[in-house]
């Protein structure tokens, strides 16, 4: 070799061609998404939707009555609110990806604290650590990929990581009844021993974090913060648009049409099944027509399945629903973090803070609906049917706000 070709190749390992990374940087984004989906599984999917079919479990054991349990699953509610509004200051003090390695380590171990009901506080405390690790990484994790991610792939990582929550839900019809069989004690601990394996596997698989921004144009702050400002309300009312799915669905399958539990339970694996391809969907559809038509397209499509079965309970009709409505249950998430990067392209934090915003409104919306919709459920005698076309009313409403604001945002 002479010393020509030495020069050449040691140039060309300090100053690669345009597109020599290519390949690399593709697997460190694939991977990084990969470590969002598991953050995700562990900390929402598992730590909230897994504690639904243990339910009737906790209660034939006896470890808890049935008004406890409520109480119980409560508790994840309030900790997911709490984890929402905390994640920011545990990401200053930390780092956001220790923050995120600290959260599924902690919804590890409260699958193993909850193996065992030393006291109804004990278990409250756990249910509320376990919801808090949730708020936290729904805040964190797709804050610390996508700053990684080009523009025109962040719907579809976006929607790879938060399809760890429609895993959750799937998981939740299917693995826990076959932990179940094992018992109920063994149930969680199948459940720890799953969040370690998603817990080591994705230790190391996190990027660094984003340098620190450049702050955006002074011109487009004011009308950027007003957009903001409706997305977040918005974003809540599309969290009232799906607790009649996520609280009522099985229910008014089951008592409400009289076809049973088992019946109920499977269109619950069909809301499941809706929600893994949800999220990869809407992020595909954000990337190829852009996150505000594509989050428009969303809200009315969503109205309608939230609406049938106000119009017929056929079987057709109820699987669409469960299916579409369960897709958008995590779906949804890709598109309002994906309008929130091109509302707020140029700072990182304030993408961060913002999402923190949305994630609170959401929770809170949620917790509110949760309880109002009971309140209702119960002064009407159980009409199902009027809670179905609330949800509904209120996605209608999401989509008038950004169709009004939209309008007038052309005007002026």
Known sequence: ??????????????????????????????????????????????????????????????????????????????????????????????????????????????????????????????????????????????????????????????????????????ASGTLVPLLLQQGLQQSWYGLGVLSAVLTLASWWNWPAEANSDTPPAQAKHHQTSAIARALLIQYGLNAVALVPHMVFLVDFVARGLGQGIAAGSRYWVLYGLGAIVGPLATGHLGDRAGFGPALRAAFLIEAAAVLLPTVSTAPLSLIVSSIVVGGFTPGIVPLVLGRIHELVPHSAEQQRATWSHATTSFALFQAAAAYGFSWIYAQTGGDYLVLFGLGGAAVVLALAIDLGLALTTRKA
Do not use: C
Not at 72 to 94: K, W
Not at 135 to 147: D, E, H, K, Y
């Open 1 to 170: 070799m002479t010393n020509a070709d030495m020069k050449q190749q040691v140039e060309t390992r300090l100053h690669p061609q345009p597109g020599s990374n290519s390949g690399s940087t593709s697997q460190r984004t694939w991977r990084y998404a990969v470590a969002g989906l598991s953050a995700s599984l562990v900390g929402l999917g598992l730590a909230r939707f897994s504690y639904t079919p243990l339910i009737p479990a906790l209660i034939a054991a006896k470890w808890f009555s049935a008004s406890d349990v409520v109480y119980l699953g409560a508790a994840n509610l309030a900790g997911y609110l709490a984890g929402a509004l905390a994640a920011r200051s545990v990401a200053s003090r930390i780092g956001a990806v220790r923050a995120l390695r600290a959260m599924m380590l902690l919804a590890t171990l409260s699958f193993f604290a909850s193996s065992s009901p030393v006291s109804f506080t004990w278990f409250f405390a756990w249910r509320f650590l376990s919801g808090l690790t949730g708020g936290i990484i729904m805040v964190l994790a797709a804050s610390v990929i996508l700053p990684h991610t080009s523009a025109a792939r962040r719907g579809i990582i976006g929607g790879v990581i938060f399809a760890g929550v429609g895993l959750g839900v799937a």
